[in-house]
């Protein structure tokens, strides 16, 4: 079984500022992790992933992620929020079955 | 576009009536993948295929709902005498298999369901 926890419904950000979105996560086998962005009537697009190979992920427009696994974490930073950035964050994990099991989504609300 | 695309975009329909979803997945993707989305939540997964064959179909795909893919290239979804309950956006996504390892989905625009 699988599960994944997104700490934050919402997050808000001033323009410039870091963002931290936080996700945990629940496995039992080794996951692939995800981090897909929604932005309002537009399809999900997917920021990053992590496979196993290295712990600390670059993903598209600034974003990156850091896999701890003591912690079972898998949180999304980015070091300068844009407005541009403002959109639903969905933490995703995926199993043996390769099926995806989504979090309930952060979203995040940029600050002019 | 060479993306997953889905038809139609938008679809209202009277309790009862029956409706069919048809996802175009990205050509070389064997792996194709329908899920749910209702207001405020993540998508939840239904079902997949590999090619032709629907390999899993989650506890939510009810008896109203049935998938397929008889060429292994576009497929539909098609939910008999709806339910309010069925309102939703319904999301296709796909990803190519490459011997045993499986890449990241990509996912359509997604069909948004209103029954009334």
């Known amino acids: 079984a699988q599960s994944v926890t997104q700490l934050d419904s919402h997050v808000s950000v001033s323009e410039g500022t870091p963002v931290l979105l936080r996700c945990n996560y629940s496995s039992s086998y080794s996951p692939s992790l995800f981090w897909y962005v929604q932005h309002p009537n537009k399809g999900l697009q997917l920021l990053l992933k992590y496979t196993s190979a290295a712990t600390l992920v670059k993903g598209i427009n600034g974003f990156e992620a850091e896999f701890k696994k003591s912690e079972t974490s898998f949180h999304l930073t980015k070091p300068s929020a844009h407005m541009s950035d403002a959109a639903e964050y969905f933490c995703v994990v995926s199993g043996q079955r390769r099926a995806l099991t989504f979090g309930s989504g952060t979203r995040l609300q940029v600050q002019p | ?116």
């Open chain 2, 1 to 116: 576009d060479t993306g997953v695309s889905q038809d139609p975009r938008h679809k209202i329909t009277k309790r009862g009536q029956n409706v069919t979803f048809r996802c175009d997945p990205i050509s070389e993707h064997n792996r194709l993948y329908w899920y749910r989305q209702t207001l405020g939540q993540g998508p939840e997964f239904l079902t997949y295929f590999q090619n032709e064959a629907q390999l899993e179909k989650s506890r939510l795909l009810s008896d109203r709902f049935s998938a397929e893919r008889p060429k292994g290239s576009f497929s539909t979804l098609e939910i008999q005498r709806t339910e309010q309950g069925d309102s939703a956006m319904y999301l296709c996504a796909s990803s190519p298999t490459i011997g045993t390892e499986t890449y990241e989905q990509y996912f359509g625009p997604g069909t948004r369901l209103t029954v009334t």
